[in-house]
């Protein structure tokens, strides 16, 4: 089956790649680096060709609610409308656990792709959908740590429950391949981590002596990510199998690069 990957040059897409090149599939990477712009169209009709279901792992670093609605906006209505018209079958998007509790910017961006992929799905349009929430990642202290780099790291204090990004792809390829299920289960690690222990672990796996500054995000949001907002709801979902430490023990043996798969 070709299988379009949505951002598969990033951390879950290449996964997502890897994982259907196993299974004996054909994925298509979208991204700008394949010549695929998803915000304004630009190569994605001749990259969509043959193309029978889509995995969306698109991605953005921005904050800012109005940034993120924006682009998730326009790159998923030209994505389902680009599956249209060859007759996808499967749409599945990864999105995130909490949005709705927790309120950031980003994850508005997020809760508008969801509302956009639902109404081009069953009953609302041409394209069957599924929808699958997850946890934060294993990397997600490396994302952190490197994006205000010097001696001072600043972590907000949070409540997740971590997954490895390999097992998201792993369900998201089981999910892609089998019939349209709208919003899927929850999909979470194995156990929940503070987000500042995490990152202090990770600190010393790299060997870097930085003061670690905890902070409560302002606002609802702040209070939610603190009392666990970001934690899926029951425990009926899928569950990962690598805990943090495992991650984190594969990460001081192997370096960011082998944990990722590069």
């Known amino acids: 089956m070709r299988v379009a990957v949505a951002g598969g040059t990033g951390l879950v897409g290449g996964h997502v790649v890897r994982e259907l090149t196993a299974a004996g599939h054909e994925p298509v990477v979208l991204a700008r680096s394949r010549g695929v712009d998803l915000v304004t169209g630009a190569g994605l009709d001749p990259a969509m060709a043959g193309v029978e279901a889509v995995v969306d792992v698109s991605n953005l670093d921005t904050t800012r609610a109005r ?6 906006e326009s790159a998923g209505r030209r ?11 499967h749409h599945v998007v990864l999105s995130i656990v909490g949005l709705e509790r927790v309120g950031l910017g980003y994850y508005q961006g997020k809760l508008r792709q969801e509302e956009i992929v639902a109404q081009g799905g069953p009953g609302g349009g041409a394209v069957p959908w599924t929808v699958l929430r997850a946890t934060q990642f294993h990397e997600f202290p490396l994302q952190v740590l490197d994006r205000v780099p010097g001696p001072l790291a600043v972590v907000p204090r949070m409540r997740t429950q971590p997954v490895a990004a390999r097992e998201v792809a792993r369900h998201l390829v089981e999910l892609v391949l089998g019939p349209p299920r709208g919003m899927a289960p929850e999909l979470a690690g194995p156990r929940v981590e503070e987000l500042v222990d995490m990152t202090r672990r990770l600190l010393r796996a790299r060997g870097q002596r930085r003061l670690l500054l905890p902070v409560k995000m302002p606002g609802r949001a702040g209070t939610a990510m603190v009392e666990g907002g970001n934690l899926p709801t029951g425990s009926a979902g899928p569950r990962g199998h690598q805990t943090f430490d495992a991650w ?4 001081a043996g192997q370096g960011e690069k082998g944990v990722r798969g590069e």
Not at 248 to 251: G, K, N, P, S, V
């Open 79 to 89: 994505l389902l409308d680009a599956g249209a018209r060859v007759g996808v079958r």
């Open 67 to 72: 940034t993120a609605i924006a682009f998730f």
């Open 248 to 251: 984190l023990a594969e990460y």
